[in-house]
């Protein structure tokens, strides 16, 4: 159910407006649970709206730590991120991986 309402927030915030961001920090931590361990990479980051700054994370789970890191590294190294964000309510924001494309292939 988490997911759907994921996917829905990424097709509306296609047509959010969008404002510079940047890095403001990563994590990568492994997980274990239900017989399989993950990567999680997080990355987050911050914004400003009209003289407001605001924050936000983006985070995807790896099954390779080396694919997580390479993810990690794609938007860590950017100096401007493009976020989108509600404009009825400026504190919610995505990061779209379609904004970032150059950057995010882990293939």
């Known amino acids: 159910m988490v997911w759907l309402l994921r996917r ?3 097709r509306r915030a296609q047509h959010w407006p969008s404002e510079a961001g ?16 993950a990567y999680y990479a997080q990355l987050e980051y911050s914004y400003t709206v009209q003289g407001q700054t605001h924050f936000g994370r983006l985070r995807r789970r790896f099954i390779l730590e080396g694919r997580a890191n390479k993810w990690i590294d794609s938007f860590a190294r950017r100096e401007v991120l493009t976020v989108r964000y ?22």
């Open 8 to 10: 829905a927030k990424r």
């Open 22 to 37: 940047q890095v403001r920090s990563t994590n990568l931590v492994l997980k274990s649970g239900g017989g399989q361990a």
């Open 86 to 107: 509600n404009p009825e309510k400026a504190e919610d924001s995505i990061l779209l991986e379609s904004d970032h494309v150059e950057n995010v292939s882990v293939s």
